[in-house]
């Protein structure tokens, strides 16, 4: 079974730029999640959908962050524009059901953002 | 008061004894608690729930649960050089909207 696919891996911009990621879940899962890792922190949770809908955006910067998961599969996170403290590692996950009841969270390799 | 606290470490233990990790949550509501692996440079790997009072154990990994003081720990037996990671403690927040929050992490290093 493929696991989450997200690209670009690593990816370096300057400030005010913008940089879109892209993941691809495991096939089947409704649930996506993107989270945001910083150096020596925990995830954050930025973005949570439901199929194609979302569940929970509290977290995202909505002023320069945005998310879509067209046809309830893959997804896009969007960062525009980019400031310094946007430098981290952002995680895609998937799960099969809401995910919380057994909160397995199967992870993506991750997209690390350096931004100048 | 951050909604998951983990000692950030790092924590050294010596190849073969206990590994102890902790952690505190703020949601007295939480039903749901996890603890997460993550090797440097990887991402995060579910490696243990519990959702009741007590213990759980699975191989040489043991979760322990006290909802009365909003407390989960973590214990690996006969620590191997392989367990060298940070561990997260996750839980599920239930007010406003249902989410999975993660501690910072604490790191851990066995020392062969």
């Known amino acids: 079974e493929a696991g989450v696919a997200q690209s670009p891996r690593y990816k370096i911009i300057e400030k005010r730029q913008s940089v879109a990621f892209w993941c691809n879940p495991i096939?089947?899962?409704?649930?996506l999640y993107w989270y945001q890792q910083i150096l020596g922190q925990g995830p954050k949770l930025l973005i949570q959908?439901?199929?194609?809908?979302?569940?929970?955006d509290s977290q995202l910067p909505k002023d320069r962050f945005s998310a879509e998961r067209l046809k309830g599969v893959d997804s896009t996170l969007k960062i525009q524009p980019a400031k310094l403290e946007d430098s981290a590692v952002y995680l895609c996950?998937?799960?099969?059901?809401?995910?919380?009841?057994?909160?397995?969270?199967?992870f993506g390799e991750g997209s690390r953002l350096t931004v100048l | 008061q951050k909604e998951v606290e983990q000692n950030s470490g790092p924590l050294s233990v010596p190849e073969g004894a206990i590994a102890s990790l902790n952690c505190t949550y703020s949601d007295r509501g939480s039903q749901s608690f996890f603890w997460y692996r993550q090797y440097s440079g990887k991402s995060p790997e579910l490696i243990m729930f519990?959702?009741?009072?007590g213990d759980k154990e699975d191989g040489r990994f043991t979760a322990q649960l006290n909802k009365a003081s909003q407390y989960v720990s973590l214990l690996i037996r006969d620590s191997q050089p392989s367990d060298s990671a940070t561990y997260l403690c996750?839980?599920?927040?239930?007010?406003?909207?249902?989410?999975?929050?993660f501690g910072q992490g604490t790191r851990l290093t066995i020392n062969p």
């Open positions: 996750a839980v599920t927040r239930i007010q406003g909207a249902q989410k999975l929050v």
């Open positions: 996950a998937s799960s099969l059901d809401r995910g919380y009841g057994t909160g397995e969270l199967f």
């Open positions: 959908f439901q199929n194609n809908g979302v569940v929970d």
């Open positions: 096939s089947g899962h409704a649930t």
């Open positions: 519990i959702y009741s009072n």
